[in-house]
């Protein structure tokens, strides 16, 4: 082997850029010259390649996003696009591929194995933490931090005003975040897709607690939450709003929304996200070297691992319940 390509793809994620300095550092330690591929699979729809080198991934260890941009590109999803990526690889003498991205990301790259030949390693990255294979994807710990940051700041205005704030995190159809966050910051009540809830419950608790004089509150809803009132709501409307105007109706507590949205997928990577993907760059390319392909990289414990990808996909990853349960008792 003597060319890789490395590209990422789907929602951006703190310590991409990491991952991207260490593909592009290892593969040049062992030999190998390396392709960057600009916009995910739109580029390589494109033929947007570069020719990389130690320099083109100095400087970038601290920074959010991707400096090989990123992109969602329907065409790839289609056997033409397809081919037309093939052509564009071959006409690059592109012999092997790392992609970083989420599900979706993956779920194309399987393709280029199976489909185009070309052998292909996944590294997981994503806010969501919404892929099996791994405990934790490059991204969520920053955007993690990043929320209770948030929730802390929220928290202050929230008690001096003694009101309730309905906050709004991402994660897709994954509850991950809004779990560990609700933990961490001491929400008052959780709203994730994967568990039930009753909402008059949690109007009932609010209204306890008013009585016992506690006037501020913080609910953590994920925005994946919703499937069940979605008959009573706009359906253009984030979760958030109409669970705020239910608390408001019920519980006369004047409430405030606040939509995390596109700030949890910003700002520098954590230690754990620059070491994580610092460490699973190197894995990709001692494994494409390796000759595997078709796997995605994932850690457990201290220890990496990894798995087919069509395992990783067709595996629901669980929820611990037990963290959500304690999230509820200490809140
Ligand atoms: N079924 C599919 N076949 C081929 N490519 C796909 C498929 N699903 C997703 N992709 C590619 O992966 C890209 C990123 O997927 P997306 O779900 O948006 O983000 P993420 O990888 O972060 O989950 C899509 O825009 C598309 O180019
Ligand atoms: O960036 P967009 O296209 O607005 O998409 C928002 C979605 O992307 C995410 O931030 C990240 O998801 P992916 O990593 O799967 O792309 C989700 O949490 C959110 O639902
Ligand atoms: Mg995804």
Redesign the pocket.
């Known amino acids: 082997m003597n060319k890789i390509g490395v590209l990422t ?3 951006d994620a703190p310590g991409m850029n990491a991952a991207i300095r260490s593909v592009v550092r290892v593969a040049l330690h062992h030999g190998l010259n390396v392709v960057g591929i600009r916009r ?3 580029g390589l729809i494109d033929g947007d390649f570069y020719q990389m080198n130690r320099s083109s991934v100095s400087d970038i260890i601290q920074r959010g996003g991707t400096i090989l941009l990123s ?7 289609t056997p033409e696009g ?1 081919q037309k990526a093939l052509h564009n690889m071959q006409q690059e003498g592109i012999e092997a591929l790392v992609v970083i ?8 790259a399987q ?1 280029i194995d199976k489909e185009l030949g070309i052998p292909v390693i996944g590294i997981p ?2 806010i ?1 933490n919404d892929l099996a294979g791994t405990e934790i994807t490059i991204g969520c710990d920053t955007a993690m931090n990043t929320v209770i940051d948030a929730i802390n700041k929220i928290r202050d205005t929230a008690t001096s005003h003694e009101r309730t704030f309905v906050i709004e995190t991402m994660g897709r159809r994954c509850g991950f975040l809004t779990v560990m966050t609700a933990l961490a910051g001491g929400a008052d009540a959780i709203l994730i897709p994967e568990m039930n809830y009753d909402l008059d419950d949690i109007c009932n608790k609010l209204i306890k607690r008013q009585e016992m004089g506690r006037l501020h509150n913080i609910v953590l809803v994920a925005e994946g939450v919703g499937e069940d009132f979605k008959t009573n709501r706009n359906l253009d409307e984030s979760p958030a709003f109409f669970i705020s105007r239910l608390i408001s109706d019920k519980t006369g507590q004047e409430t405030r929304v606040i939509i995390l949205g596109h700030l949890q997928r910003g700002g520098s990577p954590t230690v754990r996200d620059r070491v994580l993907a610092s460490r699973m760059g190197a894995k990709a390319v001692e494994l494409l070297l390796a000759g595997e392909s078709n796997i995605m990289i994932g850690i457990e414990g201290r220890e990496l691992v990894y798995h087919k990808i069509s395992e990783v996909l067709s595996t629901k990853k669980e929820i611990d319940m037990g963290l959500y349960e304690l999230g509820t008792i200490l809140s």
């Open positions: 793809s789907g929602g995910g699979y739109a992109a969602r590109c329907e065409e790839f999803k397809r991205g989420g599900d979706g990301s993956l779920t194309g393709k990255g994503t969501d």
